[in-house]
């Protein structure tokens, strides 16, 4: 089967614009999370969704929003980039989402650089 | 609110010697505790976790790391490290009925020859 798939890989942006990230969870996956790892520190919690609602929110400012589709894909949106957005963007998908029964498999990221 | 502290940014090491990885954390509530390791350009892999029961858990490849509820503490160890074991390291925590990871900042274990 396969894992989580992030889309794309690597992307280069300028300050002000808005960027859409994608995420497809592992099969049969119903929840997603999405965090954001600066160089050299972990990552931290952005979002998390479940059947399409948002379950969860870090500390992140408005310019951060996501969706969850039918299909349990995902999109993570970040709006008026700023050059601290520059970061890898990790979406994890698990079969449900509460508490560490239920293991979060995540995805290889995408590599956001803002110039 | 929970907090992990990973105590050691870099760990050098030579091939088949004993590594341990620090870690700390802090919440005000029961918690699950888990390490993550990171290869180069791939995302976070789970290692091992903790939920209940023994305090002490281990990996297929060799890792254990212990729960110390009154220390707070979830240190990884490895008595013999392999060159492929090269990697960060991040230790992570959730509360049992919350949503989300918590991360400490990552170990970089370097393994040389």
């Known amino acids: 089967d396969a894992g989580v798939t992030q889309s794309p890989t690597h992307l280069i942006k300028t300050r002000g614009q808005h960027v859409t990230l994608r995420c497809s969870p592992i099969?049969?996956?119903?929840?997603v999370s999405w965090y954001q790892q600066v160089l050299g520190q972990g990552p931290q919690f952005i979002f998390q969704?479940?059947?399409?609602?948002?379950?969860g929110r870090g500390n992140f400012p408005d310019r951060f929003s996501a969706r969850q589709f039918p299909n349990y894909s995902s999109e993570l949106n970040v709006n008026a980039l700023l050059l601290g957005d520059s970061a890898l963007y990790l979406c994890?998908?698990?079969?449900?989402?509460?508490?560490?029964?239920?293991?979060?498999?995540f995805g290889p990221g995408t590599r956001l650089t803002v110039t | 609110a929970q907090s992990v502290t990973q105590l050691d940014s870099q760990v050098p090491v030579f091939e088949e010697a004993p590594v341990e990885l620090r870690c700390n954390y802090s919440?005000?509530?029961?918690?699950?505790l888990f390490w993550y390791v990171q290869y180069p350009n791939q995302g976070l892999q789970l290692l091992l976790k903790?939920?209940?029961?023994?305090?002490l858990v281990e990996s297929i490849n060799g890792f254990e790391a212990e729960f110390n509820k009154s220390q707070t503490s979830f240190h990884l160890r490895k008595p013999s490290v392999h060159i492929s074991d090269t990697a960060e390291y991040f230790c992570?925590?959730?509360?049992?009925?919350?949503?989300?990871?918590?991360f400490g900042a990552g170990t970089i274990l370097r393994v040389k020859s």
């Open positions: 994890a998908s698990s079969l449900f989402p509460t508490g560490g029964s239920y293991e979060q498999y």
């Open positions: 099969s049969g996956h119903k929840s």
């Open positions: 969704y479940y059947e399409k609602e948002e379950r």
């Open positions: 919440s005000s509530v029961s918690v699950y």
């Open positions: 903790y939920l209940s029961g023994s305090t």
């Open positions: 992570a925590v959730t509360p049992v009925d919350g949503n989300k990871l918590v």
